[in-house]
């Protein structure tokens, strides 16, 4: 049981260049999400997914694009990278059992933008 | 979602109990606290979580005034490994999605 894996671990982009980032979890759950967190701040929602072939925008979803084509997978695109897309990004992902908010996170994913 | 304040930063004597506070003097009646970790560069990781009664699990404690406008996370022996970022947060509970993580408290624990 792996839990929730990210892939890559490390990325750096040019400006202009686009990318994909993967996030798998393993533990059938029904929500994931993408989270960016830049230094000394919190975490940010950028989009959200509530089950599979869903999503939703978070709170900072420009710039990103989301698909979830299969349950265990949470894709997060970036089309056209920015210097300010600089930043680490997590995975999560939450069963669906009442009121229980049990976000279990992936390491990250470290996106450098030149 | 209500809105949560804590300290930004908090030392701890290795062995001794940790108690990080929480403001949230305007919950709702349908609002649950979480409590959430960050060891440095890992992902967050749960720690508890509770509607108005006091909780405790192998990790931690959570104690919730009677108003239900603070908490208290406790860790009973806190360890060097517990030096972490310590996000309190407020959201409803079933049927809600989202997290809001804040700046949090940085719990340093000190030899």
């Known amino acids: 049981n792996a839990g929730v894996t990210q892939t890559p671990k490390f990325r750096v982009l040019k400006t202009g260049q686009s990318m994909t980032l993967l996030c798998a979890q393993d533990?059938?759950?029904?929500?994931m999400y993408w989270y960016r967190q830049d230094p000394g701040m919190g975490l940010r929602l950028i989009h959200y997914?509530?089950?599979?072939?869903?999503?939703a925008k978070g709170e900072v979803p420009d710039g990103y694009n989301v698909s979830r084509l299969k349950k265990q997978n949470f894709l997060l695109g970036l089309e056209s990278a920015a210097p300010s897309q600089t930043s680490v990004y997590f995975c999560?992902?939450?069963?669906?059992?009442?009121?229980?908010?049990?976000?279990?996170f992936g390491p990250g994913t470290r996106l450098t933008v030149l | 979602d209500a809105k949560t304040t804590q300290p930004t930063s908090m030392d701890c004597a290795e062995g001794r109990a940790a108690n990080l506070p929480c403001n949230h003097s305007t919950i709702s009646g349908n609002e649950y606290v979480y409590w959430y970790r960050q060891i440095h560069s890992q992902g967050p990781q749960y720690i508890i979580h509770?509607?108005?009664n006091n909780e405790t699990n192998e990790m931690a404690s959570l104690i919730i005034t009677e108003d239900r406008k603070s908490s208290t996370l406790i860790l009973p022996h806190a360890t060097l490994r517990d030096t972490a970022v310590y996000y309190c947060i407020v959201r409803a509970g079933a049927g809600s999605y989202q997290l809001t993580f804040g700046k949090g408290t940085k719990l340093s624990v000190i030899p």
């Open positions: 999560a992902s939450r069963g669906s059992g009442g009121a229980l908010n049990e976000q279990f």
């Open positions: 533990m059938n759950h029904e929500y």
């Open positions: 997914s509530v089950g599979e072939g869903t999503t």
């Open positions: 509770g509607l108005k």
